[in-house]
């Protein structure tokens, strides 16, 4: 016999907290099904996204160059930046990162790949947005305001004096 003649089938004797709750459900609202799911998109993005630059070798260009991150043919994220290699200065002016790939790290690790494929650089960041400002922070990447250029950026727009 297993028991269950004893049990009422009544909701008198139920216990409240079984009623709105689904079953199995895990505290704070986390369940192991988005646990699973997060762990997998995060290992999905160190394992299958790729970084490839916009950089023409041997193009001087406007200085504006752009990382793409590549997840199997689509990009999925898109860091911005200018460089100058005279004064060691950088400044990241835009990260765009794929909703599904916010939460997993990807943010973090193209900005650490964009100083490993850049030693030397002092990093700067004219970002506000609250997203952006967090993840700089967290990078250690300083504020700038947004008109303050390089110097060899405003001698190279400056017009020649004759």
């Known amino acids: 016999m297993s028991g269950d003649h004893a049990r009422s089938a009544s909701a008198l004797f139920r216990s ?17 099904e988005g646990l699973g799911r997060r762990l997998r998109r995060r290992i999905r993005a160190y394992r ?10 041997g193009d001087p260009g406007s200085g504006q160059e752009c990382l793409l991150l590549v997840h199997v043919r689509k990009v999925v994220g898109q860091v911005h930046y ?11 002016t835009g990260v765009d990162i794929d909703e599904y790939f916010l939460s997993s790290g990807l943010g973090n690790r193209a900005l650490a790949h964009l100083r490993s494929r850049h030693p030397g650089i002092s990093w700067r960041s004219t970002l506000a947005l609250r997203t952006t400002r967090d993840l700089l922070r967290r990078m250690r990447i300083p504020a700038a305001p947004a008109d303050v250029t390089c110097v060899h950026a405003l001698a190279a727009t400056a017009p020649a004096a004759d």
């Open 48 to 57: 299958d996204v790729e970084f490839l630059s916009t950089h023409i070798p």
């Open 82 to 92: 200018q460089i100058c290699t005279a004064c060691g200065d950088g400044v990241i």
């Open 16 to 32: 409240a907290t079984h009623l709105g709750a689904p079953p199995h459900a895990a505290r704070h609202g986390r369940s192991r």
